[in-house]
């Protein structure tokens, strides 16, 4: 069965440094998405993404966070200047069709900022 | 403003002990509730869509609900393998996504 692949699995980074995280979605899906998850929080949205563009974000996707589609697999998720309090697990999904559609995740980056 | 309730945080059950997790919410505008296994160490796993309330979803042990304000996550003669969090999702017509906090549920032999 399709799935889709975060890379890496975990990710440490020295606060102020700029991460880059990595998902291939399942390759017929148009739509892409990051959430982040803190230890013990709920899991929160933060951007959606479809024909090269954002298509709607959250209040915690500031101007820090950036998303690009590089080329016709991988949807990467970038912070430019890491804060402690961006330590947390990143998870990526995608979906077929838009908004209402069963989204399928990745298994998570683990991103520690020290 | 929109937002995800889950209860109970966490649930024991006995092996064969049929139980139902809630999950209750606030909302503007619904477009769809999403109903999600996830495993530690593990991203979600798509169980349901609910669209509008009176709807229900089944697959194997689980049955999925909906009404206005909550839905409920039926479990049938549960099984070990059956144990994991089960994450209820909404997303609203702002194109929004909201997480519950999930109900832990462990099901002993």
């Known amino acids: 069965e399709p799935e889709v692949t975060q890379t890496p699995s975990h990710q440490v980074t020295q606060m102020g440094q700029e991460v880059i995280l990595r998902c291939v979605p399942i390759?017929?899906?148009?739509?892409f998405y990051w959430y982040r998850q803190i230890l013990g929080q709920k899991v929160e949205f933060l951007v959606s993404?479809?024909?090269?563009?954002?298509?709607?974000k959250s209040e915690i996707f500031d101007d820090q966070f950036s998303v690009e589609r590089p080329d016709g697999s991988n949807f990467t998720l970038k912070i430019r200047s890491t804060k402690l309090e961006d330590s947390a697990m990143y998870f990526c999904?995608?979906?077929?069709?838009?908004?209402?559609?069963?989204?399928?995740f990745g298994d998570g980056t683990r991103l520690s900022i020290l | 403003e929109d937002q995800v309730t889950q209860s109970p945080e966490a649930l024991r059950l006995q092996e064969g002990e049929s139980s139902s997790l809630n999950c209750s919410y606030t909302?503007?505008?619904?477009?769809?509730l999403f109903w999600y296994r996830q495993d530690p160490g593990k991203g979600p796993e798509f169980l349901f869509t609910?669209?509008?309330a009176g709807e229900e979803k089944e697959k194997e042990r689980l049955k999925a609900t909906l009404t206005k304000k909550e839905s409920f996550l039926h479990i049938t003669a549960p099984k070990p393998e059956d144990s994991a969090t089960y994450l209820c999702?909404?997303?609203?017509?702002?194109?929004?996504?909201?997480f519950g906090t999930g109900t832990s549920l462990t099901v002993i032999p």
């Open positions: 999904a995608s979906s077929l069709g838009r908004v209402n559609q069963p989204q399928h």
């Open positions: 390759s017929n899906h148009l739509y």
């Open positions: 993404f479809y024909n090269n563009e954002i298509s709607e």
């Open positions: 909302v503007s505008g619904l477009r769809g």
């Open positions: 609910l669209y509008s």
């Open positions: 999702a909404m997303v609203n017509t702002g194109n929004q996504f909201y």
